[in-house]
């Protein structure tokens, strides 16, 4: 049974950093793209940060290029996404997700076949 497990969430003032973790088992997810997507009360989820296991390829969201990175820890099966430099605008519901085989660094929430339960970040004004 594959499970994606958040956390690392919480609340932090502007300006602060967060590291979330995202767990992966139940599979090997050395072939798939794993990403991240947000989504902010009253608003469609959208996609933050996306990476090619294998290689390490990374895409990014134009709002949180320059101040999030994703990376992995194949030892540990593990995503991470390091904030800095939190906005309020980055208030959100974090989801970590994981395709069931290699896309190419996809956008679409569609496109994902996984998904973790989220993990709420709030940053303060």
């Known amino acids: 049974q594959v499970q994606l497990v958040e956390s690392g969430g919480g609340l932090v003032q502007t300006g602060g950093s967060l590291r979330l973790s995202c767990v992966a088992s139940g599979r090997t997810f050395r072939s798939a793209t794993m990403g991240w997507f947000r989504q902010a009360p009253g608003k469609e989820r959208e996609f933050v940060a996306a990476?090619?296991?294998?290689?390490?390829?990374?895409d990014y969201a134009d709002s949180v290029k320059g101040r999030f990175a994703i990376s992995r820890d194949n030892a540990k099966n593990t995503v991470y996404l390091k904030m800095n430099s939190l906005k309020p605008e980055d208030t959100a519901l974090y989801y970590c997700a994981a395709t069931a085989t290699f896309r190419v660094l996809p956008r679409s929430r569609g496109e994902y076949d996984f998904w973790g339960p989220g993990t709420q970040v709030t940053v303060s004004s």
């Open positions: 990476m090619w296991w294998s290689t390490g390829t990374t």
